[in-house]
């Protein structure tokens, strides 16, 4: 008996000390992650945080670090945003509500539904170059605003769509038996059975999608988002400027009183990041709830 | 049913691109119609009261081109802006090669270039068309900078950058550049092919524009504040880049006068400005499409520009030219 309870004890001490060892590991390998955040955020903040003032978005870009702000560039990301949200939103969940609920499952669409997956891993700056050529040269839209619109939709569509998918596909099978046999049509079905049940995770996507637009610099550098711009875009036509752009300029001059105007631009950058991110959790729980 | 479905959700997409699609030609339409407009009118204004009190005066003028000019053209655009509100300036910064690629395709007014033109490039402006004046704004100088810690170079020959810097470079440690030396690994830095400071200081010292050595011992930088602090944080590092980096970084580099066969000289505003800082100072250009230059605003700000860039330059980082040297250029402006 005793042996027995020995064994059985040195096996138990055994496996605590694996599940204390993996326990101790999983730990670090999230705090890695924690403190480089930390360390990027506290140093920015120290940086960033006695330029942040009204100046920063009221002023537009000067030579002068200490009247020069950012105004120009947050309205120009405001509105690229503005302009992407509807386009992107009505392509994505078009595709997505096809692929899902239209198209026959054959080869074909299984084709199409690998290259969007691949699509939304293709580095920002290919598209970029799409926009390039397609929107600024091909459709004469020149660096302007929706051009730029356009292109960074392009960079979230497949983001979106797979999101949406995946939205659709976890609406159950039974709500859209519930309504067949109701005798709905199929866009009956699909606009007032399964869209409303899967809206919450699509728009959560799409917010997502677009926040991830919003700190993207390389598709913009390559279209010619500029970075001098005094002036406030007044057509969609108009040239433009975002945030990450110009803090790239800030960042890359030789005076360091520009590199602590970065660090406030960052930072709002990084606040409105957090925003667009927090109401798309809200939106998730407000759903979630009533359905 | 399920047909109907389908057809319905094709048209909405298509209809939802093409009311984009039109919304955007209409716009477009619309206000190159406008600035048409106000061009003409500008112009016959301008030149029936030239020097008359400031005219109103309206329009776009698209720059775009050289970092290093940038910072310049950015300060001209934002004191122009005091006095012409209406007029929109937008400076880019694609780079100087790259600038010139969208100056050739006619679609800036004014390309910044911290190289003169290639002659590749005047070619193909030449193919499509373009006309255009060269206008020199300021000079910088390409500075030599090595570690503060680092007590052994005193000065620097071109011959020993050229051996530092060429292909193929034997130089391993500093004892290969110079005897006496320690016989320490050096680490070199240049900033990326991108930048026309690359350009200008490759074919000065190595003979020929894009030739550098590659190997592991050479950093490459898209960054110049990267150079800055790679230089600053090694002690057998080199580096080069342009004057207003290493003035503002002064209390953490140390600048190397180099020495050109007849005279050894460090880079600072005097000699730089007297050209003596030789060969490694180099101009700073714009260039201006002839055919915009017809517009009233652009005619304006290019004069606005020369007069006025001379008290700017130095604010920047830069080196102003000698006043002579603008007025020659204003009155080939005329």
Known sequence: MSILQDANRKQISNRRKVDMTLHILFLIATSIGIIALMALLIQI????????????????????????????????????????????FILGVGAAIYLEEYAKKSAFTRLIQLNISTLAGVPSIVYGILGLTIFVRGLALERSLLSGALTMTLLVLPIIIVSAQEAIRAVPKARRDASFALGATKWQTVSRSVLPSAISSILTGVILA??????????????????????????????????????????????????????????????????MNISAVMLRNKYQKNV | ????????????????????????????????????????????????????????????????????????????????????????????????????????NGETAISNASRPIKEKEAASAKEKGIEYLELMVAYDGLSIVVNKDNDWVDKITIDELKKIYEPNSKVKTWADVRAGWPNEEIKIYSPDANHGTFDYFTEEINGKAQESRNDKQVTFSADTNAIVQGVAGDKNSIGYFGYSYFEE???????????????????????????????????????????????????????????NVGSIAKEVGYVALPQEKYDEQLSKLK
Not at chain 2, 12 to 24: E, F, N, P
Not at chain 2, 68 to 76: F, Q
Not at chain 2, 288 to 299: D, S
Request: a neutral charge; hydrophobic letters at 45%.
């Open chain 1, 210 to 275: 677009l926040s991830r637009a919003i700190g993207e610099t390389a598709p913009l550098v390559m279209i010619g988002a500029l970075t001098f711009v005094a002036f406030l875009p007044e057509s969609i036509m108009d040239q433009f400027t975002v945030m990450p752009i110009q803090i790239f300029n800030w960042v890359s001059r030789p005076q360091l009183a520009f590199h602590e105007l970065a660090a406030a631009g960052i930072i709002v950058l990084l606040a409105l990041l957090i925003i």
């Open chain 2, 1 to 104: 049913m399920k047909k109907w479905g389908k057809q319905i959700m094709l048209l909405t997409l298509v209809a939802a691109l093409t009311v984009v699609l039109a919304a955007c030609g209409g716009k477009k339409e619309d206000t190159s119609a406008n600035s048409g407009n106000t061009a003409t009118e500008n112009t016959t204004n301008g030149s029936t009261s030239e020097t008359a009190s400031p005219e109103k005066l309206s329009g776009t003028i698209d720059i775009d081109g050289s970092s290093t000019v940038y910072p310049i053209t950015e300060a001209m655009a934002e004191e122009f802006g005091k006095e012409h509100g209406e007029v929109r300036v937008s400076v880019g910064t694609s780079g100087t090669g790259g600038g010139f690629k969208r100056f050739i």
């Open chain 2, 249 to 307: 970084n002064q209390d953490k580099l140390k600048l190397i006068p180099v020495d050109n066969g007849t005279a050894t000289v460090a880079p600072s505003q005097d000699t730089i400005k007297d050209g003596s800082y030789s060969p490694l100072s180099r101009p700073l250009l714009i260039y201006v499409n002839k055919k915009h230059m017809e517009k009233a605003e652009v005619k304006s700000f290019v004069e606005y520009y020369l007069q």
């Open chain 1, 45 to 88: 903040m120290m940086d960033g945080l006695s330029r942040l003032n009204l100046e920063l978005f009221t002023n537009y870009p000067s030579r002068m670090a200490a009247k020069a702000g950012m105004k120009s560039a947050i309205v120009g990301s405001i509105y690229m945003v503005l302009i992407m949200a509807p386009i992107s």
